[in-house]
């Protein structure tokens, strides 16, 4: 039963932040009837979501009838929150769940009703969606330049942006130093969100950007960091490989690769989220998959990096790391 309804979840939390329940929740305890005013919502929709909420363990009931936040719900589905993650559930209905809804077809046929990694179909995707999940990357890109020791640069540190997206990685390693300059690479019709973002957080100054496709862009020469912030698994095996050494060829001697994906271990029995994003590939892309460790240090490796490594960071998998000789 809790498989067949597994949908609902989801659902529930976009209704709370579209209703914007979490925000006005972080003002402190509150009755349905409060919530309601405040946010127009129902009287009963809300009794119902938020009861609902009280029973994932995303909200409390207090003995007075008042809901309250939580520290998970506090922390990450509040709007104002710099760990917000609620944007990413703005596109349940309307871009995730609308996806896989054809996913019994698409098993038969081994494609996708629409490939979101092509360009034609993807600019639209992107758009929409970089922006909302730009918390999902923050915190391992913080953790990156900490460990790459960017706030102690001394001379000009350039930086490799691939897929730049939002501009997480770019915008976080920027924000560190002003010795930092980015290169931000993704399709022409992404890059006004990249420079919205640049400019939002004051590092627009510091960013150029390209456009094109990822297999024929300009990604420039001499870079010490390059960062792949969740591409490869919508490359494919064959992609990734030529996208790696395109990266080898960018960077300046003793560079550094910088790599976030979702992992699964070398048998594909786990972890589930690494499974389950498999499968989302499989109805997003046309030959996108998760992979392992092992898999992706292979292609490093073949590429002519060395010094494999991980480095931990609070995202879904650790980071993988990997210097050019």
Request: charged share 20%; no cysteine.
């Amino acid at each position: 039963m809790q498989f067949a309804f597994g949908y609902s979840a989801p659902l529930i939390i976009e209704a709370a932040v579209r209703n914007r329940v979490f925000d006005t929740l972080a003002d402190g305890p509150r009755t349905v009837e409060e919530v309601s005013r405040q946010t127009g919502a129902s009287i009963r929709g809300l009794r119902m979501i938020m009861n609902a909420l009280v029973g994932f363990d995303l909200l409390a009931r207090n003995g007075d009838g008042r809901y309250a936040l939580v520290p998970e719900s506090d922390t990450f589905l509040v709007s104002s929150r710099p760990a917000f993650f609620g944007g990413i559930f703005k596109h349940i209905s309307s871009q995730l769940i609308k996806a896989w809804l054809d996913l019994t077809e698409i098993v038969r046929t081994g494609e996708p009703v629409k490939a979101v990694n092509q360009e034609e179909a993807g600019v639209e995707f992107f758009r929409q969606f970089v922006a909302d999940i730009f918390p999902m990357s923050a915190g391992p890109a913080a953790a990156l330049a900490e460990a790459m020791k960017v706030a102690d640069a001394r001379e000009p540190y350039s930086v490799l942006d691939i897929a730049a997206g939002s501009g997480v990685w770019g915008i976080s390693l920027a924000r560190r130093s002003p010795m930092v300059r980015v290169r931000a690479v993704d399709w022409e019709g992404v890059l006004p969100v990249t420079r919205q973002m640049a400019e939002k957080f004051g590092v627009a100054d510091r960013f150029q950007f390209i456009a094109g496709d990822l297999q024929h862009a300009d990604f420039g020469s001499g870079h010490k960091l390059a960062t792949l912030g969740h591409i490869l698994h919508s490359e494919g095996r064959e992609r990734s490989r030529t996208l790696i050494k395109s990266v080898f060829q960018a960077l300046a001697s003793g560079g550094t690769i910088a790599i976030q994906e979702f992992l699964v271990n070398d048998d594909r029995t786990g972890p589930p989220m690494g499974l389950i994003f498999a499968v989302n590939m499989l109805v997003n892309t046309q030959e996108g998959d998760t992979y392992s460790l092992k898999e992706i240090s292979g292609w490093l490796e073949q590429a002519g990096f060395v010094n494999v490594r991980t480095l931990e960071a609070p995202g879904p998998s650790p980071l993988i790391l990997a210097t050019k000789p």
